[in-house]
């Protein structure tokens, strides 16, 4: 089955400053990579995804890349802001039938104001 | 639209006693799926379902069973509570290949 690691698993950064997390997975056929975040006591919501057809999809401040050849697709938040710190939470996997896709163990963002 | 809900928000168990946690959708999700939340373990797959009266396991399915009998509902179920147990339980749903929608949690305390 699919392997996701990710690091770090802590992060502090000083508020504006950028923070990049990196994800790599062990099925190369997996093809979908989205990327969750978890706010203190709530439940986990998507932020941005990507497929295996494109390498990088920005959405305002986030950005995220993808290299299929080395497997590994990174998290990348800009001009971070106080209300950015949470648990970020990549995943990787074949959606669809059986199929499923896989958390890593998530990293904690700290934004120090 | 409610979204995911579930039931109950928190529960305290003892050990040997069981349970059933619900989740309801009202999105009309085909996929619909169990986890747990431990501290430095992320989210981990339990059971999973594609679609109303199929179950499949997961990662970590001993110690539970599922039931998918309504296509908006997803029974989780403990036989006999263990103190390993005890985590952050999320349920989620989605269209195949979309974003997974993730319920409030229930936290379950196995004593």
């Known amino acids: 089955g699919e392997n996701v690691e990710q690091h770090p698993s802590t992060l502090s950064v000083q508020e504006g400053d950028s923070a990049v997390i990196k994800c790599t997975y062990s099925?190369?056929?997996?093809?979908?990579f989205p990327w969750y975040k978890q706010e203190l006591g709530k439940r986990p919501q998507l932020i941005i995804d990507i497929r295996s057809n494109v390498g990088e999809k920005k959405d305002q401040r986030i950005a995220v890349t993808l290299n299929k050849t080395a497997k590994h697709f990174s998290l990348h938040i800009t001009e971070t802001q106080p209300e950015d710190s949470a648990v970020y939470f990549c995943a990787a996997g074949r959606p669809g039938g059986y199929q499923k896709v896989t958390f890593g163990i998530g990293t904690k963002l700290q934004v120090i104001p | 639209n409610a979204g995911v809900t579930q039931t109950p928000k928190f529960r305290v168990l003892k050990t040997g006693q069981s349970m059933t946690l619900l989740c309801a959708q009202d999105m009309n999700h085909e996929y619909m799926y169990w986890y747990r939340q431990d501290p430095g373990m992320g989210l981990r797959l339990i059971h999973y379902?594609?679609?109303?009266?199929?179950?499949a396991k997961g990662e970590v399915p001993d110690g539970y069973n599922v039931s998918r009998l309504k296509k908006q509902n997803f029974l989780l179920g403990l036989e006999s509570a263990a103190p390993s147990q005890t985590s952050v339980y999320f349920c989620?749903?989605?269209?195949?290949?979309?974003?997974?929608?993730f319920g409030p949690g229930t936290r379950l305390t196995v004593l």
């Open positions: 989620a749903s989605t269209e195949v290949g979309n974003e997974q929608f």
């Open positions: 099925d190369s056929a997996s093809n979908y």
């Open positions: 379902s594609v679609g109303e009266g199929t179950t």
